[in-house]
């Protein structure tokens, strides 16, 4: 049984699963060409690298995708470099935008000059709603499920009938996916897809060091954490020494501030705690991970991933 097919505006992916935008450094060419030649959509975070860099890994994602892939570029509104990173990739032709932490009439203007579709990421339908009315090709739900920065404390499950009942554009099922059966059912509310995290960092392709992925395959459910990040929202991450330093209220010191977010606490660097983890040093540095990333138990090739999702979405339906 093959799954529906979802169409956000030319893209028809051979099966309706987006590779969620991961920064900082999860998520680069390697992984998001990986996803997309396995019939997926890849997708780079531009988030933590410099404009220059996110040109680079979109020349190369493109040079190692066949003609049928789908590459996109996720850029947060809540960083200062959004404007600059969004033109850029919309210079460099990529599929699709993606956007979270905000939103702005402005992205969607630029997307339509440009002929490309951009979506939001988004957590309530009345969000939903006005990224519909501002132009937004399609929009991921994300739930309180989710790995990294959230923005609800619902379950996905709960706010996607909403959103679904709310818009008539695509909408695509995010947090707390692991399974094919996770898909099915996501489907069967009424979702056109689904965008997966967690699952594609354990993956052979993805580009975090091997100590970053090592972690989430030894992590339980009771390693998980919620940390109040300097954006201003809750993060769930897996717990290390970092997690216990921020745990207090007590400010970190901080070697130097790169003025990355338009809004910051400075309580401590999140930028430079993400970057120590994507360096390899996880138990100093903030390792964002799903609720669900204690059913991770190895590390597998992006396509054997996507062939077992659609083997157990088969068995479900």
């Known amino acids: 049984m093959n799954f529906p097919q979802l169409k956000i505006g030319h893209m028809m992916p051979k099966v309706p699963i987006m590779q969620g935008g991961m920064g900082v450094g999860i998520s680069l060419s390697k992984l998001a060409s990986a996803v997309a030649n396995a019939g997926g959509i890849g997708i780079i975070s531009g988030t933590g690298i410099s404009t220059d860099e996110m040109r680079s890994?979109?020349?190369?994602?493109?040079?190692l995708i066949n003609d049928a892939g789908y590459i996109g570029v996720n850029v947060l509104f809540a960083m200062n470099d959004f404007a600059e990173k969004m033109k850029a990739?919309?210079?460099?032709?990529v599929d699709f935008i993606i956007s979270g932490a905000g939103i702005s009439r402005d992205m969607y203007a630029w997307g339509r000059q440009a002929g490309i579709p951009v979506i939001s990421i988004v957590s309530s339908a009345k969000l939903a709603k006005i990224s519909e009315r501002l132009g937004a090709a399609a929009v991921v739900v994300e739930g309180f499920e989710a790995g990294g920065h959230l923005g609800t404390d619902r379950p996905m499950f709960d706010i996607l009938p909403e959103i679904v009942e709310a818009v008539s554009i695509p909408v695509i099922a995010a947090g707390g996916i692991m399974t094919g059966s996770d898909i099915a059912k996501a489907l069967a509310m009424g979702a056109s897809g689904v965008q997966m995290g967690t699952r594609f960092v354990a993956s052979e392709e993805c580009d975090a060091p091997l100590a970053f992925k090592q972690k989430y395959v030894d992590a339980d459910k009771e390693d998980l954490v919620l940390v109040k990040t300097t954006v201003g929202l809750q993060?769930?991450?897996?717990?290390?020494?970092?997690s216990k330093?921020?745990?207090?209220?007590?400010?970190l010191k901080i070697a130097k501030c790169i003025d990355c977010l338009k809004n910051c606490s400075y309580r401590f660097c999140t930028m430079d705690s993400l970057l120590v983890s994507m360096n390899g040093d996880v138990e100093n540095g903030l390792v964002f991970a799903g609720a669900r990333v204690g059913?991770?138990?190895?590390i597998l090739p992006v396509?054997?991933?996507i062939d077992k999702l659609t083997l157990e979405y088969t068995q479900a339906i």
């Open 235 to 242: 993060g769930r991450m897996i717990k290390n020494n970092f």
């Open 57 to 63: 890994h979109i020349r190369k994602a493109k040079s």
């Open 89 to 93: 990739a919309l210079e460099e032709k």
């Open 303 to 305: 396509q054997t991933i």
């Open 245 to 251: 330093l921020i745990s207090g209220p007590d400010k």
């Open 295 to 298: 059913e991770i138990k190895d």
